[in-house]
């Protein structure tokens, strides 16, 4: 893999109204390094431990993306450099990124994660979750937190018609809650949908972030 080619065709690929976040989960730091060396500056990993080690070693204006699921108990290993989570299902983690974000006089950006895919999946929520969510009094109170968009990832098939509507669907959501409950909040603006082998048909239905780690930096084993 020639991850500095990938990035800049990436980079070209996307323009400017697409932002790439380089999924470099379980890939060694001379990877990152290499990726950083050509411009690419947000991150993803799904590992709290594993991003907090790679944002020691590497340049401080790197922006992190937590990508995968997030446990409470794990929120204080990211919270003094985390600039995005992804991940947002349930009110308890955004409670305690809140505390966290808080003690290190931070703000984190958050994305709420809709469960959008056919297969069984523990992480994300329906649609009856989301307004009950959205409704939650406590959320007034999270006062370090700002949450700026939606993710969803889609089912894992060749079937990609399947894949565009549920792309579609998430497209949906992402407008009615925008409508709904964020109409004069700019900052809830990013919809985050497509990884390696669907990131196209992402954003042909309205994504403007994607997610790649394999086609830049190669498989993972
Ligand atoms: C690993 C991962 C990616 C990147 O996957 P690729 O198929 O390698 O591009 C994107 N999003 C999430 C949530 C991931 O866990």
Redesign the pocket.
Known sequence: MDIAENIKRFKEELGNKVEL?A?S?TKPIADLQEAYDVGQRIF?E?RPQEMQEKAEALPKDIEWHM??HLQSNKVKYIAPFVSMI??IDKLSTLKEINKRAKQNERTIKVLLQMHIAEEESKFGMDEEKLTSFLESEKLKNFENIKIVGM?G?ATFTDDMDKVRSEFKKLKQIFDQTKANYFNDDPNFSIL?MG???D?QIGIEEGSNMV???????G??N
């Open positions: 976040v999924v989960k993803g799904n990508v995968g992804h991940s993710m990832m985050s990884m390696s082998g990131y997610r790649i780690g394999s086609q830049i930096f498989a993972r």
